[in-house]
Structures are given as C-alpha cells and as structure tokens.
Nanobody, 128 residues
Framework: QVQVVESGGGSVQAGSPLTLSCTII?????????VGWFRQVPGKEREGIVS?????????YVDSAKGRFTISLHNTYKNTVLLQMNSLKPEDAAMYYC???????????????????WGQGTQVTVSS
C-alpha cells in the first residue's frame, strides 16, 4: 500500500512564490519512486509539469515549467518532494496533484497513465 500526501496549496497574489510538498508513504521506506507533479483546471486534461526520481534527484521539466518551477528532494525526508513555484501567474491556478510510480526510467514522465499512486490534490489559487 502506497499513500501520496500533498500539502502547501493556498491562495496567493500574482508574482508570489509558493512551495508544495508531496510525501510518499510506502513499505519499506527505502523504496525509490518516480514522482510527478500534475495540475488540472475544470474542463481540461490533467497536465504534467515536472518529475523527479527519489533515488538520485534526477528532475525533468516540461518547457512551460522551466525557469519558474523547481522540484527537489527534502534534505531530511527521502521520499518527500518539494515543488517550489515562483512568480506565480493567474494561469497557474489549478488543483495540483502529486503522483508516484515504483518503476524508474524517463518514460511518459508527464503522462498520468505512467503513475500508479495519486494524492488527493492541493488547490492553488492565484489572484491578479
């Protein structure tokens, strides 16, 4: 059983930063995961934006996320992933989901079907 728990969403002004957190809870704790962040607005498909492998911190970004979004591994908690979002824009407002997959490899990183385990999502609202 694997649990994915997101936190850190909220309501911010345009131009502000926000950090989302995703913790993967599995057994044994030593297992590594490919962890992806997705976002979705009503009426649109879920969009992959960034992915990281907890085993080595290798991170991949979609072009639209490069420069403003940074994904990293927590310094202390191995299976906690942080998504730092800077200079937020109203168009960044969405439900943000974290997802995990025990299989490694840079394939379909931004495709929802790649991931087996999903969190409930955390809402990000950006006002202009």
């Amino acid at each position: 059983q694997v649990q994915v728990v997101e936190s850190g969403g909220g309501s911010v002004q345009a131009g502000s930063p926000l950090t989302l957190s995703c913790t993967i809870i599995g057994n044994p704790p030593s297992i590594n995961y490919q962890v992806g962040w997705f976002r979705q607005v009503p009426g649109k498909e879920r969009e992959g934006i960034v992915s990281i492998y907890t085993g080595d911190g290798d991170a991949q970004y979609v072009d639209s996320a490069k420069g403003r979004f940074t994904i990293s591994l927590h310094n202390t908690y191995k299976n906690t992933v942080l998504l730092q979002m800077n200079s937020l824009k109203p168009e960044d407002a969405a439900m943000y989901y974290c997802a995990a997959d025990r299989r490694s490899g840079n394939w379909d990183l931004f495709t929802p079907r790649r991931y087996n385990y999903w969190g409930q999502g955390t809402q990000v609202t950006v006002s202009s």
